[in-house]
Nanobody, 122 residues
């Protein structure tokens, strides 16, 4: 059974940092693009960041570029999201996702985690 398990969420003050992790298990993700999405209350799930298997391709949403960094350790089947200079508008449930090909649309992603809550207080 394929599992993507996120961790590292929590409550942080504006300007602070958090590091999210996503551990993949149940199958091999060789060649898969890994990404982070988020969903705030009352809003649609939106793309945050993606990184290709080789690491050659990385893409960020405009709202997080320069503040968030996505990385991955393929030997550990783990992807990370380092979030710095957090703002209240970053408050959301953050989801890890995996796709066979490069992309950043929700419908391109085949596997999803359960999500981890990030709350940024002002």
């Amino acid at each position: 059974q394929v599992q993507l398990v996120e961790s590292g969420g929590g409550l942080v003050q504006a300007g602070g940092s958090l590091r999210l992790s996503c551990a993949a298990s149940g199958r091999t993700f060789v060649g898969y693009t890994m990404a982070w999405f988020r969903q705030a209350p009352g809003k649609e799930r939106e793309f945050v960041a993606a990184k290709s298997w080789s690491g050659a391709l990385t893409y960020y949403a405009d709202s997080v570029r320069g503040r968030f960094t996505i990385s991955r350790d393929n030997a550990k089947n783990t992807v990370y999201l380092q979030m710095n200079s957090l703002k209240p508008e970053d408050t959301a449930v953050y989801y890890c996702a995996a796709a066979r090909n490069w992309g950043y649309r929700r419908d391109e992603y085949d596997y999803w985690g359960q999500g981890t809550q990030v709350t940024v207080s002002s």
